[in-house]
Every structure is written in C-alpha cells, then in structure tokens.
C-alpha cells in the first residue's frame, strides 16, 4: 500500500512500482489508509510523514494497534530525523528522505520484504551469466579466468552482483560498499567502476557493467 | 559534575571571599582589643593609685600621731605591713613575702629613718632621690633591681619628714597579661570559627552558581531543553538562574521557529523535487536514443546538485544560528578515513594528483555521521577540484589535547590572498571555482556544531593547510602528542 497526499508522486510511484512488478493500492490520506489495511492484508507499506489529516507515524502506530504486521518504508521531506522515527527505524521499518532515486526506493523496499521472508542461508558463492564470485576466498572468476581484484573491488563487484539486473545508484554504492553517506559532488565512484570495468570485462567479452545513465549502474543478469 | 567539585578548595571563590572576610574580621578585633587592652590598663592603675593615696595618707596620720620612741617603728612598720595585705589585684596565691610594697619615711635632710620592705630599701631610696614625687599624685618609680616599676605615693608629715609608700606593678602587669591571653585566645577561635561560617555558606552559595555554570555549558552544547536548576529562595542567585531560563526559553522558542521555517523550506521545495525527479525518471528507459537521453540526464544531475545546494544551504543557516541538529554517534576517524582517501584515490591518480594518510592509533568523536562524511568529502572535493595535476595531497589525522584533529594539506598554489579572511563564509569562492562557494562555508558549520574549529593557511612552503579539530569522544584516551605525526607535503 502507498499512502501520499501527493498526486504528482502518488502517480510515478504507481507506476513504476508497478513496473517493478508489484501491485499497488494507493491511498490519499490516513483514514484511506486505515480503510484500506482493515479490507485487505499488505506485504510492505510505503508512508508518507506529511499526511493531510495525520501524522504519518500515527497513522503507522495506528496500524500497528490494528494488528497490521507487514515492514514500512517511510518517506519524508522534513530536515530531520524525528526521534519516534528512528524508533520505528529499530523496530525493523525504513527510511527515505525526499527526493530520492527510484532504484534506491525499489532497493529498501526488496530489503523489507527480505527482511520478513523465511531465511534463505547465507549464500558462500554468487554466479552472473560466466562470473563467479568466492564469497568465502573473496576471489572472482570470469570464463574460467582469476580476475586480479583489490579488496575494495571485490566488494563493489559484490554488491553489483547481489543486486544483478537491479540498478544501483552512486549513494547507494557509496552507503554499501564503502560505509560513506554523501550525495557525490565530483566522479569518484565512476572512476572505481571504470577501473572495475577494465578488469571483469575483458576484450571480446560481452560488458557486464552497464551505465544507466542519469540512475547508477547496473551488472547485467542476461 | 565530579570532575569539577574535585578541584582543589584553595582556588575557589568561597576561599578567597572567606580569606577576605577573616581579615577584615581579624583586623576589626585587633582595634577592638588594642582599645580594652588600653581601657583596662587605666583603670588598673587608677584603682591602684586611689588606694596609695587613701593608704599613704592613713600612715601619714599615724606617723603624725604616734610618738617618736622606741616602739615608733614597730607600729608604723605593722601598719605598713597590714595595708600591704589589702594590696588590690593581689595574687592569691602569691607567698607572703613581701616584696610587692615598701614603705620609707625619710627625714628633713632626706635620710633613711624608717624601712619596712624587702633589702635594706638603700636602692629605692636612691631611686627617690632622682625622682621628684609630688604629694597626692602617684607616680612610677624605677628602682635597679627590681625590672618592674614600682608606683609610689608620697605624704609630708607635719614634723617634717616625708612618708612613701611604693606598690609593685607586677600584679598590675599579671592581671593585665591574663586579660590579654584571654581575650586573644578567645578572638582567635572567634576568628576560626567565623572564616568556617563565612567558607561554608559562600561555598553552599556559589555550589549553586557552579551548578547553573555547569547546566549552561551543556546546554549550550548539546540540547536546548533543559533548564539550569533554580532554588526556592528569592535571592540574587535564584533570580541569576530565572534569568537564564528565561532566556533559554527565548532562544529555544527562535530556534523551533528557524527548524520550523527550513522545515516547511525543505518540504515545499523537496516534494516538487521527488515530483520532477521521478517523472524525469520514468521518462529514461522509454528514451533509446543516447542524444535524446542527455538532456533528462543532465536534468536529473542538475536537481541533485539543487537538492544538494539546499541541504547545505540550510545545514549551513541552522549551524551559524548555532541550531543545527545532530544525531551523535561514535566515529572513528582512523577507520573512515583511510575508506574516504581509498574512495578519493583512483580520481586523485586520474588527474595526476597523488593522496596519503597518516592515521596514529583510534581517534574517535561523537558526531553526526552523515554531516561529518560530508565535510570530509567537501574538503577532498576542494582538493580534487581546484588542485593543478602533479599535486600531492597529505591527511593527517592525530589525538591531541582532547580534539580529533585532521589536518589536510597541498602543495598547489595556496588560497588567494585577501580570500584567507573570508573563507568560510558563504558565496566566497575562488575565482576559478565553479563551486556554489557554500565549500568551505559547510565545513565550518559542520565543525562548529560539534564545538570544533576550523583554520585554513597558506604553508609557508607553499599550497593550502586546512585543519579541522572536533571534541574527542569523551573516555578516548587522548594519545601522547607524537611529533612524527605532524606530516607535511614532500615537494
């Protein structure tokens, strides 16, 4: 369910969480929303803080009281964090701040619904078309051949390829891969894909790292 | 708290003011005593000189009266003895002998008729001779020997002979010298006893003071809420600590309403934002041609950078009216910096320009995270952005009297003067830069809001010096200064 007053962001979100493969039920404000979770039962929630007739953590409380288990993605365009947000934030729910890149969204929402699903084991080796990643020897290989990676790339190359087919923007390999939270001003994470690229994707070979343009990167899945 | 009560006594205000007060307090009784010291010492002798008189003149009577025989000398000189008894000031305890009074008649042509005292009273007739004594009007008398004087009254007789009665001033003196150890034992207690009220009450009082010095300093450093303790009574002090409250109330009440305006600031200016960003999004993929894309492309890039300028335009105004808000959490500098220069490195060596760390031991701060990964990247985007290719760059990061200091170095071409003054305000840039010029401003606030500094100059050898000090986090060691961690740029 996708409660947002705004219909600007209420229509796009729609439509490419749609795309995304999900199916959508939207509400406008929180005595919608109410309705709508008393009908019918939600794997994710995404709630918007600045909600016409209610504080979206009330109506998030409320939901809760309801006996509405399902993860919530929060969205807020408020400078700060609100201290009950962070706890919501404990109890395993998330947060965005406005504006964000769609990929991002698409990825907290996928690690909510992880999160809830059954565990499926730690996975120790990772496979991409002919790229096969050792999680345990950190070692990767591509067509047979030992790529001579760092440490660093490895871990980007991991990250990649854990979100294979799914763009990824820069913040977002900036947040995983290195632990650094900024919007990047200047190309540093394009230089390390760069030299990334020069490594996995050797002459002859079909390129696996691919730029979207305008989004992040994407590892290609097929 | 406990680190401060613990400094010692002697450096505190109630010392001092108590000090002051007992001196003030001792001086007042020194004249209070040098006065009844005196006050006393003239009355003694007043009294003692109303008896000589009454008793000089009893034995003038009775030498006048009696007949000069052979019994004439035994019954002045039993008289004379039982007034020595009545002396005044008499000690008690003191043995009969006395040596305390004489009593001398001289004849006409001044010799010796009649002695009764101790010796053979040769000496104190010697003595009066040098001294003219008037009848009625006791005067001091010193005889050698004797190191206390001796008062004495005299009387002339009507056959013409002189009578002198003489009283030692050693009772006087010994009444005297008790009173006076009395009286000094008894001020000095007084003394004691009024500098401990004095230290107690100051300190009671200005404990509260400290109290209100010390909720004030973490007030103004973390959060605005609290309030600095007040007491029920209506004193100076109580009025200092409604005061404050007062206005702290003020500033919290002006800094809700600044959150209030960047709030509604950010929101009204975000959720178009989202808006534009997520249609011009969703426009991308149905786009295959690479020429059609790059105007989205640059449309989206071009609203990140205006989200960005926003965040730091309001991080900035909230941080220089000193009401930026922090989520503090532990940070090591030693593990996020050599994450930042390992990110920071691949571009360095892409434009030719080369970085190294120097990280001595954990360094840690509480701050927010989010806020201090963005001053750092600002600061290696400066250098990645405004320095010449063949540069080298050098972060140092070190412990050093309870800041995290980071200092950042270059070799290039420096800050242009007359720009070093203004750096760290906003919209200065250089005139290169292709920057908002909000930079440096933002590392500044950053800085600031976690109670640091910041410092920018020209090295003396030439290139930049930035050094950012932050507070360590409280219960880190600080490290030994260690001169081999104050790198500077090889040239």
């Not at chain 1, 991409?128 to 790529?147: F, P, S, W, Y």
């Not at chain 2, 230290?199 to 300093?217: D, K, P």
């Not at chain 2, 305006?261 to 989202?274: E, G, N």
């Not at chain 2, 959490?329 to 996020?336: A, K, Q, V």
Request: with cysteine; charged share 25%.
């Amino acid at each position: 369910m996708l409660v947002e007053d705004e219909s600007d962001i209420q229509s796009f979100l729609r439509r490419s969480l749609e795309e995304a493969g999900y199916v959508v039920d939207c509400a406008a404000d929180g005595k919608t929303a109410e309705k709508l979770a008393a009908e019918h039962s939600f794997d994710v929630l995404i709630v918007d803080l600045g909600l016409p007739d209610q504080d979206g953590i009330t109506l998030i409380l409320r939901l809760r009281q309801m006996g509405v288990q399902a993860p919530v993605l929060i969205l807020s365009a408020r400078r700060s964090v609100d201290d009950r947000v962070r706890g919501l934030e404990q109890g395993g729910d998330d947060y965005l701040t406005k504006p964000f890149a769609l990929a991002e969204l698409l990825a907290r929402l996928r690690n909510l619904l992880k999160r809830n699903a059954p565990g499926a084991g730690e996975l120790t080796r990772l496979r991409v078309q002919d790229l096969e990643l050792d999680l345990l020897r950190r070692e990767a290989i591509r067509a047979g051949k030992l790529l001579p990676l760092t440490q660093q790339e490895f871990a980007l190359l991991e990250y990649l390829c854990r979100n294979a087919g799914r763009v990824v923007t820069r913040s977002m390999i900036l947040d995983q891969v290195w632990g650094i939270r900024i919007q990047p001003e200047t190309n540093v994470v394009d230089v390390h894909i760069y030299r990334l690229r020069g490594k996995v994707d050797g002459k002859g070979q079909q390129p696996l790292i691919r730029t979207m343009r305008g989004m992040g990167y994407v590892l290609e899945d097929r | 708290m406990s680190s401060k009560t613990a400094r010692p006594a002697l450096r505190s205000a109630a010392w001092r003011i108590s000090l002051w007060a007992t001196l003030a307090f001792a001086c007042g009784t020194i004249v209070v005593f040098v006065f009844l010291q005196r006050f006393l010492a003239h009355d003694i002798q007043r009294r003692t000189d109303a008896w000589l008189s009454g008793e000089v003149e009893v034995l003038g009577d009775v030498a006048e009266r009696t007949p000069k025989d052979a019994l004439y000398d035994r019954v002045v000189g039993e008289v004379a003895e039982l007034a020595s008894r009545e002396v005044p000031n008499r000690d008690a305890g003191a043995t009969l002998s006395n040596d305390s009074v004489f009593f001398l008649q001289t004849g006409r042509d001044g010799s010796m008729e009649l002695w009764v005292g101790a010796g053979n009273g040769q000496a104190t007739l010697a003595a009066i001779r040098k001294t003219t004594i008037l009848p009625d009007q006791p005067t001091d008398l010193h005889v050698s020997g004797f190191a206390i004087p001796f008062r004495v009254a005299s009387d002339q007789i009507a056959d013409g002979t002189r009578i002198y009665l003489g009283l030692s001033e050693r009772d006087e003196l010994r009444v005297l010298h008790r009173l006076s150890l009395r009286f000094f034992l008894l001020s000095l207690s007084l003394i004691l006893f009024g500098f401990l009220i004095v230290f107690l009450a100051t300190r009671r009082m200005l404990s509260h003071v400290r109290g209100i010095t010390e909720a004030a300093s973490r007030i103004g450093h973390s959060d605005l809420t609290t309030r600095v303790p007040t007491t029920n009574r209506n004193d100076e002090i109580a009025q200092l600590a409604l005061t404050l409250n007062h206005m702290l109330d003020r500033i919290e009440s002006t800094v809700h309403q600044l959150h209030t305006i960047t709030d509604t600031l950010a929101h009204d200016l975000r959720s178009p934002l989202t808006a534009i960003r997520g249609k011009l999004e969703m426009s991308l993929p149905g786009v295959s041609d690479e020429a059609a894309a790059e105007p989205i492309v640059a449309a989206i890039d071009e609203l990140d950078r205006l989200t960005d300028f926003l965040n730091k335009s309001l991080d900035v105004a909230e941080a220089q009216a000193d009401a930026l808000r922090l989520t503090r959490e532990e940070i090591n500098l030693c593990e996020l910096l050599p994450a930042m220069v390992d990110l920071y490195e691949p571009s360095m060596t892409e434009r030719g320009l080369s970085i190294q760390l120097q990280c001595s031991g954990p360094v840690k701060v509480m701050a927010d995270a989010a806020l201090v990964h963005r001053m750092i990247a600002n600061l290696l985007d400066n250098e990645l952005k405004h320095l010449a290719p063949g540069m080298r760059v050098a972060v140092a990061v070190r412990a050093e009297n309870g800041f995290a200091i980071l200092a950042m170095e270059d070799n290039g071409i420096g800050f242009e003067p007359g720009m070093l003054e203004h750096l760290f305000e906003a919209r200065v840039k250089g005139r290169n830069s292709s920057g908002h010029g909000l930079g440096l401003t933002f590392v500044h606030a950053v800085a600031r809001a976690h109670g640091g500094t910041v410092t920018a100059a020209n090295r003396s050898g030439g290139g930049a010096r930035i050094v950012v000090a932050l507070p360590l986090a409280e219960g880190s060691a600080t490290a030994p200064h260690n001169p081999a961690a104050s790198l500077s740029v090889a040239d």
